[in-house]
């Protein structure tokens, strides 16, 4: 690819970046007016803090979700890279999400049967998965 499409490429993912802030912005505005029009016509008091709660709802916390995976995405570009895989980076990238989908499939269908069993189960579940990590920490060490 020449280096002038590769600069049509990047304006058009700064193009698209400034689409979906504006979308984000016009979101958050329709979610923050709704939210207030149904509070006060419930009868609650609409406060600043109130108003912050929700705004760290919608800003921060999808922020955070995203921060995991854009490591791995870094994670997962560098092992292809190391592999010599390259040429190869799409199906790679393809694979890893198709196991990601199972991974997440498996995670929430066991996630749903432990929150069934209750609070202790979900405790116990864990405390069993930290000992797991722990265990596969330790020995990463040695």
């Given amino acids: 690819m020449s280096e002038k499409e590769m600069e049509q490429l990047r304006l058009r993912a700064r193009k698209l970046d400034r689409i979906a802030i504006a979308v984000s912005a016009a979101a958050f505005v329709v979610l923050v007016s709704a939210t207030v029009r149904l509070a006060v016509a419930a ?10 709660s929700l705004a760290g709802g919608v800003f921060l916390l999808p922020l955070l979700l995203a921060v995991p995976g854009c490591i791995l995405s870094l994670w997962q570009n560098a092992l292809i890279d190391r ?3 390259k040429a190869h980076r799409a199906e790679a990238m393809s694979a890893f999400h198709m196991a990601s989908s199972l991974f997440e499939l498996v995670f929430l269908t066991g996630s749903s049967a432990i929150a069934a069993l209750g609070p ?3 405790f116990g579940a864990v405390g069993v998965l930290l000992a797991a990590l722990g265990a596969a920490a330790r020995r990463g060490e040695e």
């Fill in 120 to 122: 202790a189960a979900c």
């Fill in 43 to 52: 009868g609650e008091k609409v406060t600043t803090s109130n108003l912050a």
């Fill in 83 to 85: 592999q010599g895989q």
